[in-house]
């Protein structure tokens, strides 16, 4: 690589700056251009549902690098600038104000954006969705002590801020359509333990409801008017029913598209030889389940960049890490590794009453394919490893405490 040489990023996330960071990590001293639509510097999400609604960190304290590191190490970072089209043919991306900007290799790192909720009522004042600092600060601003919060869909957002919510005294109803919340995450089993922790913390958890209508006066939302007829009341409405990863722009370009996001290979190389992709759009063959996987976790968007870095100045690497996710809700923080969106069975191991124990999600020939630990710490290697080692484990032992996890598989 010459120092004329541009490496043009887009998406101003944690993953595009992990992946400016990875860049100049690997010595490449050619240009570096980072494209961000938002007009704040990368920052990571995870805060927005838990420490920032706390009011225990602010942006700065989950700011990926301050600007003085971008100044420091020669990456243009161009804030509130979305890049409006990829010509692979041309090597090009196009500005909204019709420039183009030349690469020779190119980082794709567009993220997710919040599904929204397709029933009147759903554009009206007081309806808020969660991604952005921006949109966590609306939310934030709303969430007043004895002041009523109306959240649709039980997934990790919804829960967290459920669980912030009721923090900070705020009365909080989750409407879910399925039976239980984080069904598609973590299937039936340990979703109950977590409608039982939000029902403990006084949530209002309606399950199996849809919402036919968010009801509004003068143009603000008032709640949320069931399948069932019934209705909830609300000063505020919270939409968490997912994220859609952002593609239009890779779809356009005619990249491969598959798994609802970007097709990449383990070195997370597109089907076009000088476009990469990470984070929350890179639905990438993993060398270990043999398998397509995207996830929308935070690990990736950190990890994935260095490995796309090293690929992009043409070095041999591939992205071979478990997925990783965590959450904190009230008192009970857990991690989750590993990939289960089928399984046979689950194992629980320890006190899931006093809600300090690890799940495991197994195959049918009890092959351990993710793992949970909640409340328990330092087990997180010994998960991993009985993933990794894709032998059947007997499920007796598994669930026995007083077995070691270490000496459950062999080395
Ligand atoms: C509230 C919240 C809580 C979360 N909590 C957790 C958690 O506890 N654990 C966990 O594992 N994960 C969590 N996540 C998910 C995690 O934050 C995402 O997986 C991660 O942010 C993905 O990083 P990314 O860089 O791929 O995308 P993003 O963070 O979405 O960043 C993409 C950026 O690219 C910009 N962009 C898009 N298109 C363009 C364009 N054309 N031109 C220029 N810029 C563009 C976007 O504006 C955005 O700023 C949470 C997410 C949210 C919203």
Redesign the pocket.
């Known amino acids: 690589m010459t120092t004329s040489t541009t490496f043009v990023i ?7 700056a992990k992946a400016a960071e990875a860049l100049r990590d690997n010595d490449f001293d050619g240009h570096v251009v980072l ?4 007009d704040h510097l ?1 920052y ?7 420490e920032y609604l706390a009011g225990k960190k602010t942006l700065d304290d989950f700011t990926v690098d301050p600007s003085a590191w971008y100044r420091d190490h020669h990456v243009e970072l161009q804030l509130g ?4 089209a990829i010509d692979p043919k041309a090597h090009t991306v196009s500005l909204p104000d019709d420039t183009t900007v030349a690469y020779d290799k190119l980082l794709l ?6 599904r929204r909720l397709p029933v009147p009522g759903a554009d009206a004042a007081g309806v808020h969705y ?3 600092i921006d949109d ?1 600060a609306a939310l934030n601003s709303a969430l007043t002590e004895g002041s009523s919060l109306a959240i649709v869909g039980a997934g ?2 919804g829960l ?1 801020v459920a669980a912030g919510g009721r923090e900070r005294g705020v009365n909080v109803t989750v409407v879910e359509m399925a039976e239980v919340p984080l069904m598609g995450a973590l299937g039936r089993e340990v979703g109950e333990v977590f409608a039982k922790l939000h029902r403990d913390h006084g949530v209002d958890l309606r399950l199996g409801a849809s919402v036919q209508e968010i009801t509004t006066a003068n143009g603000w939302a008032t709640g949320l008017r069931l399948g069932d007829g019934s209705t909830v009341d609300a000063d505020a409405v919270l939409v968490a029913v997912g ?1 859609a990863p ?1 593609t239009a ?1 890779a779809e356009r370009a005619g990249l491969a598209m598959g798994d609802g996001g970007v097709l990449v290979d383990p070195s997370l190389r597109t089907s076009d030889p000088d476009i990469f992709a ?4 890179a639905a990438a063959e993993h060398p270990l389940f043999g398998t397509r996987i995207r ?7 950190l990890k994935q960049p260095a490995v796309a870095a090293a690929t992009m100045l043409g070095k041999k690497a591939e992205y071979a890490e478990l997925p ?5 809700q009230y008192d009970l923080g857990m991690e989750y590794a590993g990939y289960a969106p089928k399984y046979s069975r689950v194992v629980f191991r320890g006190d899931v009453d006093g809600r300090e124990f690890v799940t495991f999600w197994l195959d049918d020939d009890n092959r351990v394919l993710a793992g949970m630990n909640v409340n328990v710490w330092d087990v997180l290697d010994d998960v991993k490893a009985i993933i990794r080692s894709r032998t059947p484990v007997d499920p007796d032992r598994l669930a026995d405490p007083q077995q070691a996890l270490g000496e459950l598989t062999p080395s």
């Open positions: 887009v998406g101003g996330g944690l993953a595009g494209f961000a639509a938002e990368p990571e999400r995870p805060p927005l549902s838990k600038t979305e890049v409006s790192a567009t993220g997710s954006d919040p969660l991604r952005t966590a990790w957002i967290e994220a952002n722009l990470v984070g929350d759009i996830t929308e976790h935070w690990a990736n968007a990783y996710f965590f959450t904190d």
